[in-house]
């Protein structure tokens, strides 16, 4: 499926590390991942994807409803 969407991507993952650290990094990244969680299902959802994203990706073009277990 063609979304029309082009965008570069550019791999900030090793300074983070390096300035965080190992673990100071895998608690941002959990925290990240928490705060997509829908609270009743205790999963990421669509709809928590949509409520909790800052990104403009077209979610109504997503053809799925399913959940990602944390």
């Not at 100071?24 to 669509?46: A, H, N, P, Q, Y």
Request: charge should be negative; proline fraction near 3%.
């Amino acid at each position: 499926m063609e979304l029309g969407i082009v965008a570069g991507f550019e791999d900030f993952f090793p300074s983070i590390i390096e300035k965080l650290g190992g673990e100071g990094f895998m608690v941002e990244l959990c925290d990240g991942l928490r705060s997509l969680i829908d609270k009743d299902k205790g999963l990421i959802t669509i709809k928590s994807l949509k409520r909790g994203t800052r990104f403009p990706w077209d979610w109504m073009r997503l053809e799925t409803t399913t959940s990602f277990a944390c």
